[in-house]
């Protein structure tokens, strides 16, 4: 079956328009910045995958910048996590600083290895990239890192919180990465025709963590309007 970008496209939709929502309206600035920047990466890449998917074989290049562009969602996530953790916030955001530079420098790689992404195959939802396997290695290693990171840090820090607001926040960062992470992984082991999927598999679970994110800027305002 030809793939379709109607999922893709009205889940980008979503996820910009609750961006501009989130920027557009009150709040501590550190949180709202972060939240709109993970829901505008996770809508470029559902972007690129309908442009890449219009025709796989024109835009090899554009299939690299879609791993470009999603290796920086956890770095972000735990710049996130960072501003509402309840103590060790200066460690949390060095670990944030080395997440970015080794992202940088899979970015690098990446540019300048044409050949990390040599043909995408795209099914009904999904775009199936193939990737030289230590290179791929080497992504899928860093970028599982800063996933289990979000959901480590995210449920440690809802533990040891003391802060029920700052804890509810927290709160939602671990169920919405939950609610992707583990789903999106599970797919991709279990089920052999997602073989090379994981990136078009976890930006669609994404949704679920974007509808958490929406929350957890609901209850930032609701907080910041109680403390008015």
């Known amino acids: 079956m030809n793939y379709s970008p109607i999922l893709s496209l ?3 939709l979503f996820k910009i328009s609750v961006a501009v929502w989130a920027l557009l309206g009150a709040g501590r600035k550190k ?3 972060n939240v709109a920047a ?3 990466l996770l809508a470029i890449y559902q972007i ?3 442009i890449i998917c219009s025709n796989p074989n024109s835009y090899i290049f554009l299939s690299r910048l879609a791993f470009i562009v999603i290796i920086w969602l956890p770095p972000i996530c735990v710049v996130l996590i960072a501003h509402l953790y309840p103590t ?3 460690i949390i955001h060095w670990y944030s600083r080395i997440l970015f530079f080794l992202s940088l420098l899979i970015i690098i790689w990446i540019l300048f290895k ?3 992404v040599s043909e995408t195959v795209c099914s009904v939802i ?3 990239y193939s990737n030289p396997m230590p290179a791929y290695l080497i992504y899928a290693g860093l970028y599982q890192l800063g996933l289990f990171s979000i959901l480590f840090l995210s449920a440690y820090g809802v533990i040891v919180c003391k802060d029920h607001n700052q804890r509810l926040l927290l709160g939602q960062i671990l ?3 939950m609610a992707f992470i583990i789903p999106a992984m599970i797919t991709v082991i279990a089920i052999s025709s997602f073989t090379g999927a994981l990136p078009s598999v976890m930006c669609h679970y994404a949704l679920l963590f974007a509808l958490f994110l929406t929350r957890l800027i609901y209850l930032e305002r609701k907080l910041n309007r109680e403390h008015l």
Request: aromatic share 12%; no cysteine.
């Open 10 to 12: 009205i889940t980008a």
């Open 31 to 33: 949180i709202i910045y």
């Open 38 to 40: 993970i829901l505008i």
């Open 114 to 116: 044409k050949e990390f």
């Open 48 to 50: 690129l995958e309908v």
């Open 88 to 90: 060790k916030k200066n």
């Open 126 to 128: 999904f775009a199936h």
């Open 175 to 177: 169920l919405g990465s």
